[in-house]
T-cell receptor, first 120, second 107 residues
Framework: QVQLQQSGPGLVKPSQTLSLTCAIS??????????WNWIRQSPSRGLEWLGK?????????DYAVSVKSRITISPDTSKNQFSLQLNSVTPEDTAVYYC??????????WSQGTLVTVSS | EIVLTQSPGTLSLSPGERATLSCRAS???????LAWYQQKPGQTPRLLIY???SRATGIPDRFSGSGSGTDFTLTISRLEPEDFAVYYC????????FGQGTKLEIK
């Protein structure tokens, strides 16, 4: 059974960088049948897909247009985990952030979620 | 980006009744790329249906999905008390997106 455990701070100051890590157990990051995603949820924006990383002979990333200029998703195969960095955050980035596995074009395993508040 | 519109926004029904939830896409979605989730307060979304009509592991058979093109439906045949929650549809085109949700509440 796949389990995703995320970690990172719950409070970030405006203009700074939001950083979260998602540790995977029960699957390999390098599996080429799945992708590893970041998704957030807020009352104003609902569920919003942010981006993914996937191994297909080499690492491939894809990002949502809404955050493309500010986001980086990085795999760490040595630790079987991946990370999210979101730069230049504003209060609009306040949300519950999830990491999730996608398989067969749906998100079948999710982390517990982290509420990240952007505030000074 | 494909926009998913769910209706109704809120559905009030009683246990034992049948629930029909709709998801309409702004452009055609491959049936392989349409999924449904259930979310209860304070919990993570749970995958119910993938590929428009295939139940995820452990999902009871009272949940079923159907549809194609731009119109998809989630049906719960006989509501159990634990089914009252918010339901989301999701598409996986060039950029995944979710509907705004339908809240299923007890009448």
């Amino acid at each position: 059974q796949v389990q995703l455990q995320q970690s990172g701070p719950g409070l970030v100051k405006p203009s700074q960088t939001l950083s979260l890590t998602c540790a995977i157990s029960g699957d390999s990051m390098s599996s080429n049948s799945v992708a590893w995603n970041w998704i957030r949820q807020s009352p104003s924006r609902g569920l919003e897909w942010l981006g993914k990383t996937k191994y297909m002979s080499k690492w491939y990333n894809d990002y949502a247009v809404s955050v493309k200029s500010r986001i980086t998703i990085s795999p760490d195969t040595s630790k079987n985990q991946f990370s999210l960095q979101l730069n230049s955050v504003t209060p609009e980035d306040t949300a519950v952030y999830y990491c999730a596995r996608d398989f067969r074009w749906s998100f079948d395993s999710w982390s517990q979620g982290t509420l990240v508040t952007v505030s000074s | 980006e494909i926009v998913l519109t769910q209706s109704p926004g809120t559905l009030s029904l009683s246990p034992g009744e049948r629930a029909t939830l709709s998801c309409r896409a702004s452009e055609s979605v491959s049936s392989s790329h349409l999924a449904w989730y259930q979310q209860k307060p304070g919990q993570t979304p749970r995958l119910l249906i993938y590929g428009a009509s295939s139940r995820a592991t452990g999902i009871p058979d009272r949940f079923s999905g159907s549809g194609s093109g731009t119109d998809f439906t989630l049906t719960i045949s006989r509501l159990e008390p634990e089914d009252f929650a918010v339901y989301y549809c999701q598409q996986y085109g060039s950029s995944p997106s979710f509907g705004q949700g339908t809240k299923l509440e007890i009448k």
